[in-house]
């Protein structure tokens, strides 16, 4: 069983790609929790880096879900750049559950959160090509159940960036907010946050073009769906809009996928 957890896809692209590889199904880990993976003889975690680390939804599901002691276990990094500690983290949270980490690797994708940083993740798209025999290698050696952790050490940057304060300004510029004279109320963002996060309030006056407006509550994990799946552009990043052409999703990862989860 491979669990994934994927903002705008990247990580779903990839956890598919290699299920259908070496004969596993996908899940994600909202759904691992209540699943039981006692007789799972082989368990994949992919997921990204966010902020340097591992996404705050992985941390806190993971010791939620009961792993199998004994399965083969991989962790696959999804990322614009570097794992930095995603890795180091996970296997952390899985030693508790008296988990062993048997192979790790990472994938460089398009960033999704460069828009917060002024650069457009559609112009990253080489990396597809670029990767794409790692991708490859990291099959074969899954297959043969091969051991080696790759990019799996602590980081002293990323340690850094986990500082509260440090934390708090990366969390600003990767905190979508709605822009409310776009929102038009479709309920998008809504069904594709994963965290269950953004919810549609009725407008006291309704306008010619909404009844209700999105509102994000205080549980972001910064993956961004909502402001990749918006069909108004209607969430902004870093306080900056962000226009359709800087909208991304991984080409083979479509909407309606992201509502299936």
């Known amino acids: 069983m491979i669990l994934y957890f994927s903002g705008t896809g990247n990580s779903l692209a990839i956890a598919r790609k290699i299920a259908e590889a070496i004969g596993e199904q996908v899940l994600s880990l909202y759904d691992a929790v ?12 992919v997921f990204p880096t ?5 996404p705050i939804a992985v941390t ?13 276990t991989f962790v696959i990094i999804t990322c614009g750049a570097q794992t930095n500690n995603a890795v180091w983290t996970v296997r952390r949270l899985l030693k508790q559950q ?36 790692r991708l490859q290698t990291i099959i074969a050696d899954l297959k043969a159940q091969k051991k080696g952790l790759h990019f799996a050490g602590f ?8 500082r509260p304060a440090l934390q708090r300004k990366l969390a600003q510029m990767t905190t979508p907010s709605v822009n409310p004279d776009k ?19 009725e407008l006291d006056e ?11 509550g205080p549980h972001c994990t910064w993956c961004l769906s909502c ?10 990043v870093n306080g900056k809009s962000v226009s359709k052409p800087y909208q991304y999703h991984h080409p083979d990862i479509k909407l309606k996928d992201m509502l299936k989860r």
């Not at 966010?50 to 591992?54: G, M, P, S």
């Not at 806190?60 to 083969?72: C, E, G, M, S, T």
């Open 34 to 45: 209540k699943t039981d993976l006692s007789n799972e003889q082989r368990i994949g975690l």
């Open 50 to 54: 966010y902020n340097l680390d591992a």
């Open 60 to 72: 806190q599901l993971i010791p939620r879900i009961r792993f199998p002691k004994n399965a083969y």
């Open 98 to 133: 008296e988990v062993t980490v048997n192979y790790c690797h990472k994938i460089r994708v398009p960033d999704s959160s460069a828009m917060a940083f002024g650069r457009n993740p559609n112009d990253q798209a080489w990396k597809f090509d670029k990767f794409a025999p």
């Open 155 to 162: 980081d002293p940057l990323g340690w850094l960036m986990s």
């Open 183 to 201: 929102c038009i109320g479709c309920g998008i963002c809504s069904k594709v946050c994963p965290q269950k996060n953004i919810v549609l309030s």
């Open 206 to 216: 309704p306008t010619a073009k909404a009844n209700a407006i999105a509102n994000i």
């Open 227 to 236: 402001v990749h799946f918006c069909p108004q552009q209607a969430m902004e």
